[in-house]
Structures are given as structure tokens and as C-alpha cells.
């Protein structure tokens, strides 16, 4: 029961860590940055033709960018074992991710552009108007990995 009631704490211990810390969530979404990028009509001109790319250079067929990018192309049965080599399932399913996301990059790189030169004047001015919070943040994120190189590197049994 000893070891259970270790492998519990440890297991808490380390998901009080990669869980983001107070504050971080509101800024995830870049609160003020980003308005209105996305319905800029050059950025959305430039993003008329991601699908039929998709489709005619890569052979996907993506009705949402989001779900395909995060389609299941990896299954954890297949994940190497410490130690071990990556079997071929794993071997693909990594390639088929890359393919995806690079494919990705390639078709919708003309209206990243377009979005990061709207998205640049915008960010010194929204980083000091956030600066305390992001500040807390960093702070956080330090303690935490302290925290983290107190734990165990391995779990009693």
C-alpha cells in the first residue's frame, strides 16, 4: 500500500508541474493581439485556395484545418519502449505527421505572411501591456522546473 500511496504523490507531483500555471491561460489566446487578423480580407484571400492545395499538391482532403492536423496517425501501442527502436507503425505514423504539418506550412504559408506583418507592429505594444502577467508566468514556469529537479528520477516499487 506504501508503494501505491508513492506512486500516487509522484503522479500528482509531476501533473501539478506540466499543468500551465494561474495566468497563463487567459494570455494563451494573445487576448487583443490577434483581432480581426483572421477576418483581414488579404488574409482570407490568401487562404481561399489552402484546400484545393492541399488536395491537388499533398492529396488530403481537409475540411477543417484543426481536425486534420490533429487526426490520429500515431497510436500509443506503438510507441517505443525506452531502450528499444521504433517499429515501422511508429516509424510511419511519425512520417505521416511530418508529411501533414509540412504540407500544411507549404499551403498556408502566403497567408501566415500576410498575418505576421499585421501581427508585428502589434506586438511590443500588447507584450508591455501584459508584461506583469507575463512576467508571473515566467516566474511560475522557473519555479516549476526547480520543483521538478527535486522529484525522483525514478518511482520506488
Not at 134 to 150: G, I, P, T, Y
Amino acid at each position: 500500500m506504501r508503494t501505491k500511496s508513492i506512486v500516487v504523490l509522484a503522479c500528482l507531483a509531476v501533473a501539478s508541474l506540466v499543468v500551465p500555471p494561474a495566468g497563463a491561460d487567459p494570455l494563451s489566446g494573445f487576448p487583443g493581439l490577434l483581432d480581426g487578423v483572421e477576418r483581414n480580407p488579404a488574409v482570407v484571400a490568401a487562404m481561399r485556395p489552402y484546400r484545393s492545395c492541399m488536395r491537388s499538391r499533398y492529396g488530403y482532403d481537409v475540411d477543417e484545418r484543426t481536425d486534420f492536423l490533429f487526426a490520429p496517425r500515431l497510436s500509443y501501442t506503438d510507441a517505443p519502449l525506452p531502450g528499444h527502436k521504433p517499429g515501422a507503425a511508429w516509424r510511419r505514423g511519425v512520417k505521416q505527421v511530418r508529411a501533414a504539418f509540412a504540407a500544411d506550412v507549404d499551403c498556408r504559408l502566403p497567408a501566415y505572411r500576410i498575418a505576421m506583418r499585421l501581427v508585428a507592429p502589434r506586438l511590443a505594444p500588447w507584450e508591455r501591456r501584459h508584461r506583469a502577467e507575463l512576467a508571473a508566468v515566467r516566474e511560475a514556469w522557473r519555479e516549476r522546473v526547480d520543483q521538478a529537479r527535486s522529484l525522483p528520477r525514478t518511482i520506488p516499487t
